[in-house]
């Protein structure tokens, strides 16, 4: 049904019949047997057709007398997606077998109270009907076509299904046990066994009127309502029978010894699967071991999952708790490797540490060729890993069946764990309490593989006061920091978890805020946005923005009295908007009032354009029946004023009771009239012309320009090797790079410019090197083109940039690398002008003979010079002589640059100045007779 039908069905005054076919509602189908004939005849007490909401009282298909119904739907793009009722039923209420007829179950008398209400939720997977007043939690499930019948009693839960389910579709209707259904009727016991139960048989009259042998009336037993079978693994002769104060188990199975089970779960989608439990004081263990089957290319799942208690062994109370889980992946051939993953956290009451800062809980993971989904902002509340760092019995402790938290990571159509070939993740993570007053939990998260992620994940909650039954304030918020490399995706945000309140329970807060930023090789690289609370209504963002709840609250004073309050801002590269609102009305009877008031503001640029908003409206509104008339008085005074430009514009809305006009002024705002701008208008909104097209250099360049001016002029580079590359801001539909023959083209694609209305336009850029005057052939060097996201509002091409798939890549430049140098295999022609001669004095003989004398004395290498060295290099003698040289040197008008006369650390290193003992000759030592002398001057 469209949402407009409902609400014209919905629309009417008090006391006014208001009639719902069930079944023409997909969503409300399930609910169509608790109404005669399938429809919903209510006799309205009150309602809100615009919020999809109607109160009244309506005949129920198992009372005689009207109950007491509540509804309210919901809708998904123009239809409606869900039903909730909640229905109060008249006296004292009716049994559960009652209730199950109408859904086709037949069930025995059973020992559990009355049921005396019903809660129905439906949507488009399924539907749940729980029963209100029995002793737990029971009622009808059915999702995904899987239907089953939950009834808690004396000693388990009694369990009723209609056709045959898989284990799968079991954990998937969240029933407490994990193992699989045949069509009947069972109890399943508190360790998890499942044993089927049988029906009283009643003795009645023979309606043949005939005797038995002793003349007495002959009587005759009552059907079965419903076949029952032994469930696989346990004896043909288990049975539970259903008494006045609960079930008695025939032939009951026997299990390993007190407080300690060992119960083979059955058949799970043809494999097996075990459970443990381990109940004495004062450790409790519970755990399962389950194969199920895998998708190609893996043939089997084995998993499992163990959670501890010790002491008071959950949170608040002193004490450990802990889990542990695990799966290995087994593939059906050797091309393929197991996958593996384990996670464990241990947890303790009150923790380590002073009260600054205690640390409550620790946990650690790991996966091998497995991938782990990584959670959203919406998400981090469920997150299993989460949820275990800081209570892990929320995904496995006593109230939990281990096999279906198993379910939960590695099942179902969202698992949190895949195998994945070559990926491998790791997490680690640690709960905490920061002055007593505030309870955290981060997690570490790495993902690699092609999707490389690296996360940080975590939850903080505080309220005020601490202690105490009354809290004034409760404020929980999930964080998350994710950054994927090879994506090129920073993510940044955080939301109000909706169990934040202020000032009273009924004051609900919410929002989010988050940061994103798109880079590297994404297709919307050089995009970003910053959104605290969502976007203005005008602004239609992109489909790979993040979609955040407004910022505000809910209040609700006495149920008469709504507040309600929302704000919002955001950036993006061509927009900013900010703005809010508060909402206030009253209800009593016939009487309603409201106050509104709203503020918005949207600011875009390339081109520039402004939309600014406001508006207040007070009504009040009465309604009363005379005779068969129902008369409705409304009056209502508002104003509205909405400013846009350029070309500058506005209107002015009035309403007063039942009279209201509008006045415009200026031009008319965008989208209603031409826009269109000509070249020196679209020419401003450019970069400058210096700034549209550059030439950068990059690898290989030594210095640019010259000393005087080392920013202009030409480039020196590295004979190794060069790269440079060109860019603009303004697209490039071809880019020609010049060769020794026909010129190489890298091509990008048509664009358009918006504010002139202007599509289908080409521009050209051509490269073109030399050397020494000669053309240098591009083709021998590597082209790497360049493609950057550009706003669609200057350079969109469809003509409707505002719907548009947002920031889309251009050819805006290329990087060029030159060729590896060729060394070839020779030095070529040396010239004899190309070496130099540097006479050596004295002259000597040349040829020499081995016969020819030594002109200086044969040096030695006598042994201790280094340690006498360094015993008189820096004594009181030498300090003193090596002043003195100074001084005589400073006179001569040589400078000695600051020299220093005492040499500490020389003496103390000189055997690491030298290697080996060195060379000596003796001071004063002459040339050997009949030795040239050099020319005069060169001396």
Partial sequence: MHESDLRKALEGEIAEPCVLPLRDL??????????????????????????????????????????????????????????????????????????ARLYGYELPELPAPPVTG??????????????????????????????????????????????????????????????????????????????????????????????????????????????????????????AVPTADGFVVLNAPKFGGPGV????????????????????????????????????????????????????????????????????????????????????????????????????GVAAGFGWNSRLRTPGLGDLTTFPFLQALHDPSAIGGDDTNPVAVLNTLIGGPSPWITPQQGALWMTAG?????????????????????????????????????TGDKKYARIEAGLQLVIKPNAGELTVGTSLNPSSYLIDEDCKLRGGVGLTVWY???????????????????????????????????????GKVTVSGNAYFALTPRAAMAGGSLDVRYKSGIIKAWCTATVDALIEWKPFYIDVGLS???????????????????????????????????????????VSFTINFGHAARGQGDKTLDWPGTRAMLPEPGARARLRPGDGL???????????????????????????????SRIELATTGADEVVDGSPFGVHPMRATGLNTRQRIQVTLEGQRVDLARWTATAQYTALPPQLWDDTGD?????????????????????????????????????????????????????????????????????????????????????????????????GAKADLPGYARNMTGYFTAEPLLVPAGATRTANVPSAPEGDN
């Fill in 430 to 466: 640690l709960a905490f309490t920061i002055g007593e007053l505030i309870d955290g939990t981060a997690m570490a998260v790495l993902q690699t593989g092609a999707d490389l992620t690296i996360g940080l994940l975590g939850t903080a909650g505080t309220s005020f006061p601490k």
């Fill in 702 to 732: 030594i210095s640019e320009g010259t000393p005087d001016n080392p920013h202009q002029g030409d480039w020196l580079v590295k004979a190794s090797g060069f790269t440079f590359g060109t860019d603009t801001q303004v697209p490039l």
């Fill in 118 to 239: 019903l809660t129905f939720r439906g949507d488009a997977g399924g539907f749940t009907l729980a029963l209100d007043g029995l002793s737990g939690d029971g009622g009808i499930l059915d999702r995904d076509g899987a239907q089953v019948l939950v009834v808690p009693a004396p000693g388990g839960h009694v369990l009723a299904t209609r056709s045959d389910l898989t284990a799968r579709q079991v954990s998937g209707l969240g029933v407490p046990v994990a193992v699989a259904l045949p069509a009947g009727v069972w109890l399943a016991l508190p360790d998890g066994t499942v044993v089927p139960v049988s029906a009283p048989r009643t003795v009645v009259p023979d309606h043949s009127g005939g005797t038995d042998g002793l003349g007495r009336p002959r009587t005759g037993a009552t059907r079965v309502p419903y076949a029952q079978h032994p469930y696989p693994g346990l004896s043909p002769r288990t049975r």
């Fill in 261 to 360: 089970s060992f119960i083979p779960g059955g058949l799970l989608d043809g494999h097996h699967g075990i459970e443990v439990v381990y109940d004495k004081s004062p450790l409790s263990v519970k755990g399962a071991l389950q194969v199920q089957p895998a998708q190609s290319p893996y043939r089997a799942v084995v998993g499992g999952l163990l959670t501890f208690a010790f002491g008071g062994g959950a949170p608040g109370s002193r004490g450990l708790y802990g889990m542990g889980t695990g799966a290995v992946v087994f593939p059906q051939d050797a091309g393929t490797r197991p996958s593996f993953f384990a996670f464990a956290s241990l947890g303790a009451e009150p923790g380590l540490g002073i009260p600054a800062f205690r640390l409550t």
């Fill in 26 to 99: 997909g969503p409300a189908d399930g609910a169509a047997p608790l109404f005669p004939g399938g429809t919903l005849q209510l006799t309205r007490n009150d309602g809100d057709a615009a919020g999809l909401r109607v109160r009244g009282r309506a005949p129920i298909a198992i009372c005689s007398e009207p109950a007491d119904v509540r509804a309210e739907f919901g809708s998904t793009d123009g239809e409606v997606s869900g039903i909730a009722l909640a229905i109060t039923l008249p006296g004292t209420g009716v049994r559960a077998s009652e209730i």
């Fill in 520 to 558: 590297g090789n994404h297709p919307d690289r050089g995009d970003f946005v910053f959104s605290a609370g969502g976007y203005h209504d005008s602004y239609h963002a992109p489909a790979h923005y993040p979609r955040l709840p407004r910022i505000g609250f809910d209040w609700s004073l006495g």
């Fill in 616 to 658: 207040l409206s007070i009504g009040v509104e009465g309604s009363v029946k005379v005779l068969f008339v129902r008369i409705t008085v409304r009056i209502e005074v508002g104003v509205s004023l909405r400013i846009w430009g350029p070309p500058t514009g506005g209107e002015a809305r009035v309403k007063v009771w039942f």
């Fill in 801 to 897: 940039p505002e719907h548009g798939a947002g920031q889309e890549p251009h050819l805006t430049g290329v990087t060029l690398t030159s060729p590896d140098p060729d060394y070839g295999t020779s030095t070529g022609y040396i010239g004899e002008d190309t070496f130099t001669i540097d006479p050596v004095y004295p002259e000597g003989k040349v040829p020499l003979k081995a016969t020819d004398a030594p002109l200086t004395p044969a040096p030695t290498r006598p042994d201790g010079v280094i340690g006498q060295i360094a015993d008189g290099v820096d004594t009181a003698a030498s300090r003193t002589a090596r002043t003195r040289l100074h001084a005589l040197m400073g006179a001569l008008g040589l400078d000695t640059e």
